[in-house]
């Protein structure tokens, strides 16, 4: 077994209803690593999984997410003002989890690219240097 990892970045906003501080829209400087477990088997380059592979399923995902104000299902029941601003202007991605917290996004993040990858895939995001969440999802479920 080969663990293959990547980072990537991006920027987004978002706002966790109730919460006592985060419950304002605010913005933060994601750091995701995408790791992909695989079997032993090489391409023709000697590659287990090449980089610029993981980066087409990769980045799509996360390209729909950045610099947007990212929209959960919680923040749809509480009728968030912001919402339709954003979503009239193009700025708003509505991601269809109960909250955009770091777990949940891992989990949408983990989800949308486990399905186009052969392989276990574990994402992490980092929403501060100090804080992270994991999520694994089996390939090709």
Not at 83 to 97: C, E, F, S
Request: hydrophobic content about 40%.
């Amino acid at each position: 077994m080969i663990t293959v990892t990547k980072k990537y970045e991006f920027s987004a906003a978002h706002m966790l209803e109730g919460h006592s501080k985060c419950g304002h829209l605010h913005g933060h400087n994601y750091v995701v690593t995408v790791e992909v477990d695989l079997e032993q088997e090489q391409d023709s380059q000697q590659m287990v999984l090449d980089c610029v592979l993981l980066d087409s399923v990769v980045q799509p995902v996360l390209d729909r997410l950045a610099g947007k104000f990212l929209i959960s299902t919680e923040n749809i029941r509480m009728k968030n003002p912001y919402i339709n601003i954003a979503v009239d202007r193009g700025d708003g991605w509505v991601l269809g989890v109960s909250t955009t917290s770091p777990e949940h996004l891992a989990e949408y993040i983990a989800t949308n690219i486990g399905e186009l990858i052969f392989g276990d895939v574990t994402v992490t995001v980092h929403d501060t240097d100090n804080s992270s969440a994991t999520y694994w999802v089996g390939g090709n479920v």
